[in-house]
């Protein structure tokens, strides 16, 4: 069977899970405590970081399936999308795959440092971890960057369908992905990018994100429209 090592906040962890679920692959979700470092956690990840994926291969059918560790999000979907390959999600021609690699590096480099990374960490990792209440400077100083990510997101947007072309792509899930933890606490004006706004609803509605929606943290509520799909 297939697990996937996960925090629900992560948006590393949430771009595997909507890749698995886009690719219609069942996989068991164990939640991981990354913070604690568990020893049986760090045999598969010394780094200590989620997402892990634990696939079971059947080699030889005289033997047993040969477990298979496979471990930081983008080698995750690079496999995935290499191995069942019905519907790619990083693109069908090399221009195509450079941009929505581009695209998936913003989110996950760029925006991760200066927005989701430092509030994930002063709002949820702080309070479960137990290192003091949130900086609230840092938390200013990442809602100002905000603005200019939107700003950046819709006008891509405005002439697409989908951030890359007519077609879902990893770009459009890893963006959504860190969008997603942002969202859980209100800190997005949805209002003020037209095309962003629609783009992010169109994923809401989608079968595969419906169990992002219904992730919760113990004592941290989502922001009251969190989970509407009309938002």
């Known amino acids: 069977m297939r697990q996937l090592y996960h925090f629900p906040l992560c948006p590393f962890s949430r771009k595997v899970r909507v890749v698995l679920s886009e690719k219609k692959l069942e996989a068991t979700l164990i939640y991981e405590p990354i913070w604690k470092r568990r020893p049986e956690f760090l045999k598969f990840n010394p780094a200590g970081q989620v997402p892990v994926l634990i696939e079971n291969i059947l080699v030889d059918p005289r033997r047993p399936p040969k477990e298979h560790v496979i471990s930081h999000s983008q080698a995750i979907c690079q496999y995935l999308d290499e191995t069942y390959t019905e519907r790619p999600l990083l693109g069908d ?21 200066e927005v989701s990374g430092p509030l994930l960490f002063e709002r949820i990792f702080k309070r479960v971890v137990g290192h003091g209440g949130p900086d609230s400077a840092r938390i200013r100083k990442s809602l100002n960057f905000i ?36 969202d859980y606490f209100g800190n997005i004006k949805w ?20 169990s992002l929606l219904k992730d919760r943290i113990p004592g941290i509520p989502p922001d009251e429209i969190y989970d509407h799909l009309d938002f």
């Open 191 to 210: 209002d003020d990018y037209k095309h962003a706004k629609e783009w992010y609803a169109r994923l809401k509605c989608r079968p595969s994100y419906r």
């Open 147 to 182: 603005p200019g990510h939107m700003a950046y997101l819709d006008s891509l947007i405005k002439e697409r369908h989908w951030l890359v072309g007519e077609s879902l792509s990893v770009a459009d899930i890893a963006a959504a992905s860190h969008l997603s933890t942002v």
């Open 93 to 113: 021609t090399p221009l195509i795959r450079a941009e929505v690699l581009r695209l998936i590096a913003w989110f996950d480099e760029k925006f991760f440092l």
